[in-house]
């Protein structure tokens, strides 16, 4: 069955550390993944999917097949970057039965 | 962009009572919405996937005589939560996937149900 894992609750960084948030996923078949963020009262919002392979602010993310993974990375955090972070399976990938199943999130904080 | 309006974005009614949520696309036509539940500092929980014109399918373990979905058109779509109770009480949020295969998901803000 498919399984979005995201290992930790919580990454707490200062401004300008480098970070990383894993995800882990479980999926027999050719995996679409995403990366969704929720700002603090807000709804929530696409930041990247692997198929477009494009940076958005600053964030990054490869998908790893051997590994099974697909770690958001980001060089240097800024404080505007604190927020809630979910990794999305799409499965199946294609046509009008797929839908997503998400990690269980990670809250980011970056501190001044 | 594309932009998924929800009402109400907060309700509280009395155990044993009907609310309704509504969740519109406002410039695109989506063939799917999706119905998800979110408890405090926890995961999207698919509750149901309704298709225009057609039943809605449920995930395993989600009533749907107590969540009614109804998806009457393109831009809208409904969920009922009958005779709530206070284990009812949570946020819920609907997602919007318009057109094609690689069609992107659109989330609504969100309804903060409290039931007492």
């Known amino acids: 069955a498919q399984r979005v894992t995201q290992p930790e609750k919580l990454l707490s960084v200062f401004k300008g550390a480098p970070v990383e948030l894993k995800c882990n996923y479980s999926y027999s078949g050719s995996p679409e993944l995403f990366w969704y963020v929720q700002y603090s009262r807000q709804r929530l919002q696409l930041l990247l999917r692997?198929?477009s392979r494009e940076s958005i602010k600053g964030f990054t993310a490869d998908l790893n097949k051997g590994e099974t993974s697909f770690h958001l990375k980001k060089p240097f955090a800024q404080e505007e970057d604190s927020a809630m972070y979910y990794c999305?399976?799409?499965?199946?990938?294609?046509?009008?039965?797929?839908?997503?199943?998400f990690g269980k999130g990670i809250t980011l904080s970056v501190r001044p | 962009g594309a932009v998924v309006s929800q009402h109400p974005s907060w309700v509280i009614c009395k155990s044993g009572t009907s609310v309704k949520i509504e969740c519109r696309s406002l410039d695109f036509q989506a063939t799917t919405m999706f119905w998800y539940r979110q408890f405090p500092k926890q995961s999207l929980m698919l509750m149901a996937t309704?298709?225009?014109?057609?039943?809605?399918?449920?995930e395993q373990g989600v009533e749907k005589d107590k969540f009614l979905i109804n998806h009457a058109s393109l831009t809208l779509s409904t969920l009922t939560v009958t005779s709530a109770h206070p284990e009812d009480s949570s946020f819920y949020i609907c997602?919007?996937?318009?057109?094609?295969?690689?069609?992107?998901?659109?989330f609504g803000s969100g309804t903060r149900l409290t039931v007492v």
């Open positions: 309704s298709n225009e014109g057609s039943k809605a399918t449920y």
């Open positions: 999305a399976l799409r499965f199946p990938p294609t046509g009008a039965n797929s839908k997503l199943t």
């Open positions: 692997h198929i």
């Open positions: 997602s919007a996937r318009g057109w094609g295969p690689m069609g992107g998901y659109t």
